[in-house]
Nanobody
Framework: QIQLVESGGGLVQAGGSLRLSCAVS????????MAWYRQAPGKQRELVAS???????NYADSVKGRFTISRDNAKNLVYLQMNSLKPDDTAVYYC????????????????WGQGTQVTVSS
């Protein structure tokens, strides 16, 4: 059983900051890429940022320079520091990870958290 649990969402004014956290637990052999996605009402889910196990990062153009993704490999945590938030950042944010399970070490599967709401008021 693998679980991803997000925290840190909430309501913030434009220009403010939030830090999202995602804790991964369960029968984990190894975690490859970890990522944050978001889905706004009426829109498709989109990639916000990702980080490989080696620390290489990738960002959506819309958040470059404002958001920072990081991870703690020892604790199976991934973070998203969001600064200079805009109303357009309002969405449900989902944690995602590609995980090799202890009973399936030959193949990684993609797992999702339940999502955390981020609302940015103007």
């Amino acid at each position: 059983q693998i679980q991803l649990v997000e925290s840190g969402g909430g309501l913030v004014q434009a220009g403010g900051s939030l830090r999202l956290s995602c804790a991964v637990s369960g029968s984990i052999f190894r975690i490859n890429t970890m990522a944050w996605y978001r889905q706004a009402p009426g829109k498709q889910r989109e990639l916000v940022a990702s980080v490989t196990s080696g620390g290489n990062t990738n960002y959506a153009d819309s958040v470059k320079g404002r958001f920072t993704i990081s991870r703690d490999n020892a604790k199976n945590l991934v973070y998203l520091q969001m600064n200079s938030l805009k109303p357009d950042d309002t969405a449900v944010y989902y944690c995602n990870a590609d995980i090799f399970r202890l009973d399936r070490t030959y193949e990684a599967r993609s797992y999702w958290g339940q999502g955390t709401q981020v609302t940015v008021s103007s």
